[in-house]
T-cell receptor, first 115, second 108 residues
């Protein structure tokens, strides 16, 4: 039972390049999330998927797209990377978004640098 | 939306108690959480409290919730050097809204 896995662990991009961050969970959770963490700040929600087939914007969605490929996988795409997107990206999952004490479980993070 | 605030830094001596404070704005948060983050690592859930509770104790951890003042605290008894980390409080709406984190430094 691996929990939440993310790939890659580290990535360096040039401004304007694109890339996709991958996330998978093996806990049969319905809801999945993408957050970013900037230095000295808490995590901010980029997008989430309450259930397979649905996605919704979070607090900071601009410059990102997401795909809920199936129940297990939720990817985050940067179409044209900008230095402001340099951050650590965390994927998380939970049984059901916004309900009960089923807390979100987090992946180990992807450290992205855009030069 | 939810706004969550924490003090930035706390330093204690090993064996003392640590108290990390958090204030939040959205009284509709159903659950409030405490997460721990060690350097270079993801977030580890420590404990959580349902919004209709005042207190929850879990081994060395005690969570106090003052709904009137919208104030949440985490007390760590007998703080150890391994407790040195950043601690985040978070409120649950549609997803989690995090505070900016409190860095706890435990001195031997």
């Amino acid at each position: 039972n691996a929990g939440v896995t993310q790939t890659p662990k580290f990535q360096v991009l040039k401004t304007g390049q694109s890339m996709t961050l991958q996330c998978a969970q093996d806990m049969n959770h319905n809801s999945m999330y993408w957050y970013r963490q900037d230095p000295g700040m808490g995590l901010r929600l980029i997008y989430y998927s309450a259930s397979e087939g649905t996605t919704d914007k979070g607090e900071v969605p601009n410059g990102y797209n997401v795909s809920r490929l199936n129940k297990r996988e939720f990817s985050l795409r940067l179409e044209s990377a900008a230095p402001s997107q340099t951050s650590v990206y965390f994927c998380a999952s939970s049984v059901e978004a916004g309900t009960s004490g089923t807390p979100e479980k987090f992946g180990p993070g992807t450290r992205l640098t855009v030069t | 939306g939810e706004d969550v605030e924490q003090s930035l830094f706390l330093s204690v001596r090993e064996g003392d108690s640590s108290v990390i404070n958090c204030t939040y704005t959205d009284s509709s948060s159903t659950y409030l959480y405490w997460y721990k983050q060690e350097p270079g690592a993801g977030l580890q859930l420590l404990t959580y409290i349902f919004s209709n509770m005042d207190m929850k104790q879990d081994q060395r951890l005690t969570v106090l919730l003052n709904k009137k003042d919208k104030h949440l605290s985490l007390r760590i008894a007998d703080t150890q050097t391994g407790d040195s980390a950043i601690y985040f409080c978070a409120g649950l709406g549609r997803a989690l809204t995090f505070g900016s984190g409190t860095r706890l430094q435990v001195q031997p």
